[in-house]
């Protein structure tokens, strides 16, 4: 099992920033993918941002040049730098990680953990 805790959301104006992190605990070992997804009210869920254990990224064309994803070298600890916020960034921002397994990959979520920009 893998624990996926998420801090570091709040309220924010538009062109704030705020960093999100990630803790990853429990059995880490075999986590190859670790991600940030958003749901506004009302739309799905949806990627925000991917990072790889190769250290490989990949980003919504919604966040590309304003976030950036990065992890400490313990890969039990993601972020999100969000930069340049806009009123549709609001969300509740969930972690998300893939782990190998025998079988198919195992799947875990976070909490997730509210962003709310508007002035």
């Known amino acids: 099992q893998v624990q996926l805790v998420e801090s570091g959301g709040g309220l924010v104006q538009p062109g704030g920033s705020l960093r999100l992190s990630c803790a990853a605990s429990g059995s880490i070992s075999g986590v190859y993918l670790m991600s940030w997804y958003r749901q506004a009210p009302g739309k799905q869920r949806e990627l925000v941002a991917s990072?790889?254990?190769?250290?490989?990224?990949n980003y919504a064309d919604s966040v590309k040049g304003r976030f950036t994803i990065s992890r400490n070298n313990a890969w039990n600890t993601v972020y999100l730098q969000m930069n340049s916020l806009r009123p549709e960034d609001t969300a509740v921002y969930y972690c998300?990680?893939?782990?190998?397994?025998?079988?198919?990959?195992?799947?875990?979520w976070g909490q997730g953990t509210q962003v709310t920009v508007s002035s």
């Open positions: 998300h990680t893939l782990k190998a397994t025998r079988d198919s990959p195992s799947v875990y």
């Open positions: 990072i790889a254990s190769d250290g490989s990224t």
